[in-house]
T-cell receptor
Framework: EAGVTQSPTHLIKTRGQQATLRCSPI?????VYWYQQALGLGLQFLLW???????NRGNFPPRFSGRQFPNYSSELNVNALELEDSALYLC?????????????FGPGTRLTVL | QKEVEQNSGPLSVPEGAIASLNCTYS??????FFWYRQYSGKSPELIMS????GDKEDGRFTAQLNKASQYVSLLIRDSQPSDSATYLC??????????????FGQGTILTVHP
């Protein structure tokens, strides 16, 4: 069974640009989560989508946004990039809406903002 | 007080010993608890989930949960050098802004030396 996939593996942008990161969940999973792992800050929750709807959002500014497509894949958009947005962005998936569902992570996208 | 706190590391144990990793959480109504392993440069890998008080064993790993003390631990028996990694404790709260999101501890770096 294929795991969570993310693209691209690495992304280099300059300050002020926009970045788009993509995620495909494990087959059969309807929930997709996005997390940021910045150096020294640990893993921080960004967004949760299930069945195309945003279910929860972490404490991040509105320039972090996303969406989930009918095939359950997801996209994270970061507008007006700032240097501190440089981090590993991790996508996870779980089978559905139950709060205790185990979340399985993809390999991540390393975003570097210059 | 941090929402999820792990015992300060790094933790170094000899091969074959038991490694003990500890975690406390502040949200008394949290329901779901997870341990992830993260190798350097890789994404977190789910190794244990626990939802009820008591012990849960899976191979060399045992998770222990005590909701009254708001404490969860992970024991690794017969530690191997391949267990050397950062171990992350994660908790899902019960509704509101905690809905569905994993809140992570800062991680404990474990080194198993031959």
């Amino acid at each position: 069974e294929a795991g969570v996939t993310q693209s691209p593996t690495h992304l280099i942008k300059t300050r002020g640009q926009q970045a788009t990161l993509r995620c495909s969940p494990i087959s059969g999973h309807t929930s997709v989560y996005w997390y940021q792992q910045a150096l020294g800050l640990g893993l921080q929750f960004l967004l949760w989508y299930d069945e195309g709807e945003e279910r929860n959002r972490g404490n991040f500014p509105p320039r972090f946004s996303g969406r989930q497509f009918p095939n359950y894949s997801s996209e994270l958009n970061v507008n007006a990039l700032e240097l501190e947005d440089s981090a590993l962005y991790l996508c996870a998936s779980s089978p559905g809406l139950a709060e205790d569902n185990e979340q399985f992570f993809g390999p991540g996208t390393r975003l570097t903002v210059l | 007080q941090k929402e999820v706190e792990q015992n300060s590391g790094p933790l170094s144990v000899p091969e074959g010993a038991i490694a003990s990793l500890n975690c406390t959480y502040s949200d008394r109504v949290s329901q779901s608890f997870f341990w992830y392993r993260q190798y350097s440069g890789k994404s977190p890998e789910l190794i244990m989930s626990i939802y009820s008080n008591g012990d849960k064993e899976d191979g060399r790993f045992t998770a222990q949960l005590n909701k009254a003390s708001q404490y969860v631990s992970l024991l690794i028996r017969d530690s191997q050098p391949s267990d050397s990694a950062t171990y992350l404790c994660a908790v899902i709260g019960a509704g509101g802004t905690s809905y569905g999101k994993l809140t992570f501890g800062q991680g404990t770096i474990l080194t198993v030396h031959p």
